[in-house]
Structures are given as structure tokens and as C-alpha cells.
């Protein structure tokens, strides 16, 4: 059995709904809602998702190949209202995909460079999430690990609490911030090292620990028994082909090599 770069990461990234039961998972982008949409086929069937519009399904909808929203599993109507008091109440998972990540799990998808009235470039702006990083869970997907994106320092724009005490606010412990785990091309990661620091939980299979910290503009933790990312399940790959099947999830790893590692011998 094979299976590519992307599968891995989104067979890591599934995983990070596992222990959740019912609440929203919010996957950003198509690999992160592939990830999520995988899920709820069958890790935990008790997810929620919507449609990306106004009603929560009881089956995912395919990542790919939707021309219209008719004949989709609708189990009800969930508008913006309904989203936010959901949201507010800490019943949700966002996996998003910021453009910058620091030593404190604090992330920027707003601008990057110069200063906050003139950025070298200008991204979405914060866009929810403050609210989201001090209300519910979030994980992080990353295409590209670099020190581009794990940045030296803080984020060029904070748009959401991490582990820094400075920033906290007020009210809130470090304990009350919630990010689950962080999936690269290269490795899994989490914030449960010493004094809520970045640590390593596995690496992909091929990847070093060298590699990954010449990749990480901070010094990381490594988990005990670090082990490798474990590879996609027959279940799992079929999944993938069922919810995307126009393959979008070959194309969205553009700067890495094309190409498909082997799966162990004893992977279902």
C-alpha cells in the first residue's frame, strides 16, 4: 500500500478530533476539512460540521465535485446565529492554517513585515481568531514547515492567545488556553512540553529531528518514545477517495516533491 505526503498529513490531522465527541469540528481550507470530514466517517461519528453556509449535516459533503448543495445529508439548519452561540459555549475544534506560528502557539494570518498601519504584505486580518483562541480547542495545519512560518521571536501580528503570560487576558490562566496539536509536511507537534513549550510528538516517515529543528525558528521539546507518524489506514485512504474524488489533495503540497511513500508492512 502506498499513499502521499498529503494523506499522511491528513490521516495525522483526522486524528486530532478523535477524543472530541459532539462538538463542531471546523476544518479550514481542503485538506484540514478533508481531515475533519474523515473524522466524523470514523473515528467520531458524534462530530459536527456544516456546510460552510447554513445547515450542520449528518454526513460530510465532499471536499471536491459539489455543484449544487441539493441532496446533501441536511440534519438542520445552523445559520451564523447559531454558529456563534455554539462557538461562545466551547463546543468547537478549528483546525486553521496560520501564516505565522511562535514560541508560544500565538499565530498571524493578518500581515506580514514592516509595521501594523504599513505591512510588507497585508493578509485577512485577525478574522475570528481572538474570540476563537480563547473560547474553544484549535489545532494548527501546516503545508510548509519553515522558519518562515515558526517564526524567531513573536508573531509579526498576535491575532490569537497562546502560552505567552504577557497577553493573557484578563481573567484567563495558561491552563484555559486550548491548542491541541500542530501537523506539518514534516512532523506532529503539540504545546505540552515543559512550561506549555512546543514539543515533538512523531515524525514523518523519512524526517529527521535535525531536520525539523533547522526548520524551527525556536527550541522545541521532544515527547518521550518519539515514534514516526503512523501511516494512513486502508479505511482511511478509501475515505479520502470517497470525500475528494477529483483528487484535489494530490495539489495542494506544491513545494514539496511529488511522489508517494510506502506504507509498513503491518498498516491496516
Same mark, same amino acid.
Given at each position: 500500500?502506498?499513499f502521499?505526503l =498529503? ?5 495525522a490531522? *483526522? /486524528? &486530532? +478530533? $478523535? ?13 484540514p476539512?478533508l481531515?475533519a ?7 467520531n ?11 450542520l ?15 446533501? =445529508? ?6 451564523? *446565529? /447559531? &454558529? +456563534? $452561540?455554539n ?22 494570518i493578518s500581515?506580514?513585515?514592516g509595521t501594523?498601519?504599513?505591512p ?7 478574522r475570528g481568531?481572538?474570540?476563537n483562541?480563547?473560547?474553544?480547542a484549535n489545532?494548527?495545519?501546516?503545508p510548509?514547515?519553515?522558519?518562515r512560518v515558526?517564526v524567531e ?6 491575532c ?9 487576558p ?5 491552563s ?6 500542530v ?5 506532529v ?6 512550561g ?8 514523518h516517515?523519512?524526517?529527521t ?8 525558528g ?12 503512523p501511516?494512513p489506514s ?15 489533495r494530490?495539489?495542494?503540497?506544491k513545494?514539496?516533491p511529488?511522489?508517494v ?8
Open positions: 500500500m502506498t502521499s =498529503a494523506e499522511l498529513m491528513v490521516s490531522a *483526522s /486524528r &486530532v +478530533f $478523535d477524543d472530541d465527541g459532539e462538538v463542531l469540528a471546523t476544518g479550514i481550507g481542503l485538506l476539512r481531515a470530514s474523515v473524522a466524523m466517517r470514523s473515528s461519528p458524534a462530530l459536527m460540521m456544516t456546510d460552510s453556509q447554513s445547515f449535516l449528518s454526513s460530510p459533503n465532499p471536499v471536491s465535485g459539489l455543484k449544487t448543495h441539493a441532496g446533501q =445529508a441536511n440534519e438542520n439548519w445552523m445559520g451564523f *446565529s /447559531r &454558529v +456563534f $452561540d462557538l461562545w459555549s466551547g463546543a468547537r475544534h478549528a483546525l486553521v492554517g496560520p501564516s505565522q506560528i511562535d514560541r508560544f502557539g500565538q499565530s498571524n500581515a506580514l513585515g501594523y498601519e504599513a510588507k504584505v497585508q493578509l485577512l486580518g485577525v481568531f481572538p474570540g483562541s480563547i473560547r474553544h489545532s494548527f495545519f501546516v510548509k514547515h519553515s522558519r515558526f521571536g513573536e508573531c509579526d501580528v498576535v490569537s492567545i497562546g502560552y505567552n503570560p504577557e497577553r493573557l484578563k481573567g484567563y490562566e495558561l484555559d488556553i486550548d491548542i491541541r496539536q501537523i506539518t509536511d514534516l512532523c507537534m503539540d504545546f505540552q512540553g515543559p506549555f513549550q512546543a514539543r515533538i510528538r512523531s515524525l516517515p523519512g524526517v529531528l535535525e531536520e525539523v529543528r533547522d526548520n524551527t525556536f527550541e522545541l521539546a521532544v515527547i518521550d518514545h518519539l515514534s514516526e507518524t501511516a486502508s479505511d482511511q485512504l478509501s475515505l479520502m477517495a470517497e470525500l475528494d474524488p477529483e483528487n484535489l494530490a495539489k495542494q503540497l513545494d514539496n511529488p511522489g511513500r510506502e506504507a509498513p508492512a503491518d498498516a491496516e
